[in-house]
């Protein structure tokens, strides 16, 4: 019986590895998607020339600047997606398979590549998915027609609550520790009476 146990328990411990595959495919996404993002910025920079071209009237010139912030907007938003999928092949493989010995040697490697446990990983991946999630919000912003004053409510509305997300998700990591646990100190020349 305990060597039937021996042998399931490895075999159970050894599944763990089926998340290669996931890695694999997370890496490939995350490079695909930088490629084909770096192809559309890089077609985005050489459309720009026409920008400086004094045959444009100023209605087409405004047209032409729209349309390339939302590209710009729309390259950025590729490489956070690209990061996210990069972020959770690493977190994957660090959590299941092994510990990537480079990136713990290295000074220079940065903090948010090295995961210790689940909940990191999905601390991290909820950081740039939220500022995912904010650039897609300024892009629908400049698409925004107000009609009414409650619109413009709403708009301010929406960025005081993107403002409280990014200081909560800042505050969770202890950035707001100073605030919160300051001691309370005496007023300037009063000595305290034992």
Same mark, same amino acid.
């Given at each position: 019986?305990?060597?039937? +146990?021996?042998?399931? $328990?490895?075999?159970?411990?050894?599944? &763990?590895? #089926?998340?290669?595959?996931?890695?694999?495919?997370?890496?490939?996404?995350?490079?695909?998607?930088?490629?084909?993002?770096?192809?559309?910025?890089?077609?985005?920079?050489?459309?720009? /020339? $026409?920008?400086?071209?004094?045959? =444009?009237?100023?209605? +087409? &010139?405004?047209?032409?600047?729209?349309?390339?912030?939302?590209?710009?907007?729309?390259?950025?938003?590729?490489?956070?997606?690209?990061?996210?999928?990069?972020?959770?092949?690493?977190?994957?493989? +660090?959590?299941?398979?092994?510990?990537?010995?480079?990136?713990?040697?290295?000074?220079? #490697?940065?903090?948010?590549?090295?995961?210790?446990?689940?909940?990191?990983?999905?601390? &991290?991946?909820?950081?740039?998915?939220?500022?995912?999630?904010?650039?897609?919000?300024?892009?629908?912003?400049?698409?925004?027609?107000?009609?009414?004053?409650?619109?413009? =409510?709403?708009?301010?509305?929406?960025?005081?609550?993107?403002?409280? #997300? =990014?200081?909560?998700?800042?505050?969770?990591? /202890?950035?707001?520790?100073? =605030?919160?646990?300051?001691?309370?100190?005496?007023?300037?020349?009063?000595? +305290?009476?034992?």
């Amino acid at each position: 019986m305990k060597k039937i +146990e021996y042998y399931f $328990e490895l075999i159970l411990w050894n599944s &763990r590895l #089926a998340v290669i595959a996931a890695v694999i495919a997370s890496l490939f996404t995350s490079l695909a998607v930088y490629y084909m993002t770096t192809v559309d910025a890089v077609i985005l920079i050489s459309d720009i /020339g $026409e920008y400086a071209s004094p045959a =444009l009237s100023e209605e +087409e &010139r405004l047209t032409l600047r729209a349309n390339t912030i939302r590209h710009v907007i729309g390259v950025v938003d590729g490489y956070l997606l690209g990061t996210v999928l990069l972020i959770f092949a690493l977190g994957l493989y +660090e959590l299941f398979v092994s510990r990537i010995d480079p990136a713990t040697r290295s000074e220079t #490697a940065p903090r948010v590549l090295v995961i210790t446990s689940l909940d990191d990983l999905k601390v &991290r991946l909820a950081k740039v998915m939220l500022m995912i999630l904010i650039v897609r919000f300024f892009e629908h912003a400049l698409d925004m027609k107000f009609s009414a004053n409650t619109d413009m =409510l709403y708009f301010a509305g929406s960025i005081a609550l993107i403002g409280l #997300a =990014l200081f909560l998700t800042h505050a969770s990591e /202890g950035s707001y520790a100073p =605030l919160r646990h300051r001691k309370k100190e005496s007023p300037a020349g009063e000595q +305290e009476k034992s």
